[in-house]
């Protein structure tokens, strides 16, 4: 048997049960179909078949979730912090021990190759963990002095708040959203994408079984324009966070607006490669290329723009298509596969459009820019060179193991080409200088930058983009300030002056 084989023997008996049962919601502790019974099918973008119903939730089955979330929300809050921590803990053992379930039915809802997803699963559990340790530090006050006060200002819990994820790596991304929410003190509605249902059922299945009180944390599923809308304008709901395209980002503000949501948006990009002339070029053609076509190209950081300096473009391009020519497209759960399928036809259409824009526009295909087979949405890792910055595949997120080549010939100039575009989410600059280094990073326009390295994701540091890329930080002590409110409480030491009035 081979390890493909194997993989698809494990996935049926872990599927087994959606097929039979479809996938429910989860609403106060119980499994319920939609208010309205209205089901919808997600299907595999491997082969395109149905895998199972999901029911669609709507208006009813959201105000149902947030009300459960509200009722659970004061005694989760003031849940001593080691007995939170203790479930947090409970769900991250919990992710580790269905680590594989978890992973074959990401890489059959979404296409993403299993070589990156069974590392997923467990950067859930991570996530976990590290926000299961800062629950006490959450919580903790500072004191400011000052001579008649003693000020103290703690930190209290938000509220309930929804939580709305994307396709491209859904569990990954719903735990990195419902950790923190969780340690933090709040309740959570999370609407995960209609695309990719399967994981956010396991995961909420994890989460319940490790003992997480009914109501803390619902699961509707259902489409983004009646359950994620419902789920932002919800009264109950005191803020959204949010991860997803920049014109949903914008929708969802204005939807939010007359409940006055917090939000937390961590939305698109166009990211810049910068490779300049005196880099480790060995190092930096790895990077770029792991960057680009690894996730299928479905990830908001990925290395889409390669700038790359015109005295040693002749040969990094002939390098770089030299081994994208070689990259293995496959069936996601063979564990040689690289690139997998895209995750649906709409999404297809949209990447494979750019292969006939990048001619229109005048740049060259220097490789891929066609299907592979023709069953299930697999595309050849493309490149394009001899492109400006003012096309169209310079511009615009296209989401798909697609980069594209640009040339500079100055540090000014790569600085004027990276800085143009309406995203600002990563950065990443080839250099052996130090001194450019620390000079070019402190003028690029993005929320996070790797020098000499690929996109290495630490826990304590900030994530997030400025500009189109999104709003708020997450990670360390910044996810505690999204989901938390600070409060001041003054207490007077002594009798100081009060002003008097009408004496
Ligand atoms: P999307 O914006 O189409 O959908 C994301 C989620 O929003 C889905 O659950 C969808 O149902 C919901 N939604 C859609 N319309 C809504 C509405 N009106 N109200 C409330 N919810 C609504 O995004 P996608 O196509 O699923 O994901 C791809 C995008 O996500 C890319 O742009 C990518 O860059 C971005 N992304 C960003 C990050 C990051 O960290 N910055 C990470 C992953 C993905």
């Given at each position: 048997m081979t390890a493909l084989t194997e993989n698809i023997e494990k996935l049926n008996g872990y599927l087994a049960r959606f097929r039979e049962g479809g996938i429910q919601n989860l609403i106060a502790g119980k499994s319920r179909p939609a208010a309205s019974g209205a089901v919808f099918d997600t299907t595999s973008p491997?082969?395109?078949?149905?895998?199972c119903p999901v029911a669609r939730g709507g208006a009813e089955d959201i105000d149902a979730a947030a009300r459960a979330a509200a009722q659970a929300f004061p005694a989760w809050a003031a849940m001593p912090a080691a007995e939170r921590k203790t479930i947090l803990i409970r769900i991250a053992e919990g992710i580790e021990a269905r680590a594989e379930e978890i992973a074959l039915c990401e890489c059959w809802d979404t296409g993403q190759a299993l070589r990156f997803m069974s590392k997923a699963a467990l950067r859930g559990a991570a996530n976990f963990r590290f926000f299961a340790d800062k629950v006490s530090s959450a919580r903790d006050g500072q004191n400011l002095r000052s001579p008649t006060l003693m000020n103290v200002t703690t930190r209290v819990p938000l509220g309930p708040v929804g939580v709305i994820t994307p396709w491209n790596t859904p569990f990954m991304l719903s735990t990195w959203k419902i950790a923190p929410a969780l340690a933090a003190g709040c309740t959570v509605v999370h609407k995960p994408a209609e695309f990719s249902p399967l994981t956010a059922r396991i995961l909420a299945e994890i989460a319940h079984e490790a003992g997480l009180p009914d109501g803390v944390w619902n699961l509707v599923n259902g489409f983004g324009e009646d359950a994620g809308r419902a789920l932002t304008e919800h009264p109950a709901i005191k803020a959204i966070a949010f991860v997803g395209e920049s014109k949903t980002g914008s929708m969802i503000m204005k939807q939010g607006a007359d409940t006055l949501k917090r939000v937390h948006f961590e939305l698109g990009g166009k990211n810049p490669v910068v490779v300049f002339d005196d880099a480790d070029l060995d190092r930096a053609l790895d990077a770029a290329i792991f960057m680009i076509y690894s996730l299928n190209g479905e990830r908001c950081t990925s290395s889409s723009r390669l700038l790359v300096q015109d005295t040693v473009a002749d040969e990094f391009e002939a390098k770089l298509t030299e081994r994208v020519n070689t990259i293995r497209v496959g069936h996601p759960l063979d564990p040689e596969t690289e690139v997998g399928p895209l995750i649906h036809k709409v999404h297809f259409d949209k990447v494979a459009s750019y292969f006939d824009i990048a001619k229109t526009d005048g740049a060259t295909v220097a490789a891929g820019g066609l299907r592979v087979g023709d069953q299930g949405w697999f595309v050849r890792p493309t490149l394009f060179t001899g492109a400006t910055n003012d096309m169209r595949i310079a511009q615009e997120e296209i989401f798909g193991p697609v980069l594209t080549s640009i040339r500079f010939a100055t540090e000014e100039e790569a600085l004027k080409i990276a800085n143009d575009t309406q995203y600002g989410l990563t950065a990443y600059v080839w250099t052996n200088d130090l001194t450019r280094a620390l000079r070019f990073t402190d003028r690029l326009e993005a929320g996070m930058i790797w020098v000499n390295s690929e996109n290495v994701r630490h826990l304590p540091t900030p994530f997030g983009g400025v500009k189109a890329s999104g709003i708020g930080r997450d990670g360390g002590d910044w996810s505690f300030e999204f989901y938390m409110e600070q409060k001041h409480v003054g207490f007077a030491l002594g009798q100081h002056r009060i002003p008097r009035l009408g004496v």
């Amino acid at each position: 048997m081979t390890a493909l084989t194997e993989n698809i023997e494990k996935l049926n008996g872990y599927l087994a049960r959606f097929r039979e049962g479809g996938i429910q919601n989860l609403i106060a502790g119980k499994s319920r179909p939609a208010a309205s019974g209205a089901v919808f099918d997600t299907t595999s973008p491997v082969d395109e078949s149905v895998i199972c119903p999901v029911a669609r939730g709507g208006a009813e089955d959201i105000d149902a979730a947030a009300r459960a979330a509200a009722q659970a929300f004061p005694a989760w809050a003031a849940m001593p912090a080691a007995e939170r921590k203790t479930i947090l803990i409970r769900i991250a053992e919990g992710i580790e021990a269905r680590a594989e379930e978890i992973a074959l039915c990401e890489c059959w809802d979404t296409g993403q190759a299993l070589r990156f997803m069974s590392k997923a699963a467990l950067r859930g559990a991570a996530n976990f963990r590290f926000f299961a340790d800062k629950v006490s530090s959450a919580r903790d006050g500072q004191n400011l002095r000052s001579p008649t006060l003693m000020n103290v200002t703690t930190r209290v819990p938000l509220g309930p708040v929804g939580v709305i994820t994307p396709w491209n790596t859904p569990f990954m991304l719903s735990t990195w959203k419902i950790a923190p929410a969780l340690a933090a003190g709040c309740t959570v509605v999370h609407k995960p994408a209609e695309f990719s249902p399967l994981t956010a059922r396991i995961l909420a299945e994890i989460a319940h079984e490790a003992g997480l009180p009914d109501g803390v944390w619902n699961l509707v599923n259902g489409f983004g324009e009646d359950a994620g809308r419902a789920l932002t304008e919800h009264p109950a709901i005191k803020a959204i966070a949010f991860v997803g395209e920049s014109k949903t980002g914008s929708m969802i503000m204005k939807q939010g607006a007359d409940t006055l949501k917090r939000v937390h948006f961590e939305l698109g990009g166009k990211n810049p490669v910068v490779v300049f002339d005196d880099a480790d070029l060995d190092r930096a053609l790895d990077a770029a290329i792991f960057m680009i076509y690894s996730l299928n190209g479905e990830r908001c950081t990925s290395s889409s723009r390669l700038l790359v300096q015109d005295t040693v473009a002749d040969e990094f391009e002939a390098k770089l298509t030299e081994r994208v020519n070689t990259i293995r497209v496959g069936h996601p759960l063979d564990p040689e596969t690289e690139v997998g399928p895209l995750i649906h036809k709409v999404h297809f259409d949209k990447v494979a459009s750019y292969f006939d824009i990048a001619k229109t526009d005048g740049a060259t295909v220097a490789a891929g820019g066609l299907r592979v087979g023709d069953q299930g949405w697999f595309v050849r890792p493309t490149l394009f060179t001899g492109a400006t910055n003012d096309m169209r595949i310079a511009q615009e997120e296209i989401f798909g193991p697609v980069l594209t080549s640009i040339r500079f010939a100055t540090e000014e100039e790569a600085l004027k080409i990276a800085n143009d575009t309406q995203y600002g989410l990563t950065a990443y600059v080839w250099t052996n200088d130090l001194t450019r280094a620390l000079r070019f990073t402190d003028r690029l326009e993005a929320g996070m930058i790797w020098v000499n390295s690929e996109n290495v994701r630490h826990l304590p540091t900030p994530f997030g983009g400025v500009k189109a890329s999104g709003i708020g930080r997450d990670g360390g002590d910044w996810s505690f300030e999204f989901y938390m409110e600070q409060k001041h409480v003054g207490f007077a030491l002594g009798q100081h002056r009060i002003p008097r009035l009408g004496v």
